[in-house]
Nanobody, 121 residues
Framework: VQLQASGGGLVQAGGSLTLSCATS??????IGWFRQAPGKEREFVAA????????YYLDFVKGRFAISGDNAKNTVYLQMNSLTPEDTAVYYC?????????????????WGQGTLVTVSS
């Protein structure tokens, strides 16, 4: 399984970005997005289960971020709105064979390379 994250960049506070995670190889049940800011641990942001397209979010991003999936393209998107400097981090997408415990790093087996999001104040 390979994952390719893209779409990061520099944006002003209040702006928007859409990240993409293109997957190939064996299809796993869940795709998640995590982020890691300098000096901080990697944290869960959002996840989507392919079965039923059920989404899960970090409380801090609820209402601002939206995760979606396109089965035909094997791609998961993370639409990020109303960005703040606190959202600055490297964003990673990852694949999990699970449909539970989706907010933990250990549930994910395959990881993409990360894409940097920088939000200026």
């Amino acid at each position: 399984v390979q994952l390719q994250a893209s779409g990061g960049g520099l944006v002003q506070a209040g702006g928007s970005l859409t990240l993409s995670c293109a997957t190939s190889g064996r299809s796993l049940r869940t795709i998640g997005w995590f982020r890691q800011a300098p000096g901080k641990e990697r944290e869960f942001v959002a996840a989507i289960r392919w079965r039923g397209f059920i989404a899960y979010y970090l409380d801090f991003v609820k209402g601002r971020f939206a995760i979606s999936g396109d089965n035909a393209k094997n791609t998961v998107y993370l639409q990020m709105n109303s960005l703040t400097p606190e959202d600055t981090a490297v964003y990673y997408c990852a694949a999990s064979p699970r449909e539970f415990e989706l907010r933990t790093v250990r549930s994910y087996v395959y990881w993409g390379q990360g894409t940097l999001v920088t939000v200026s104040s």
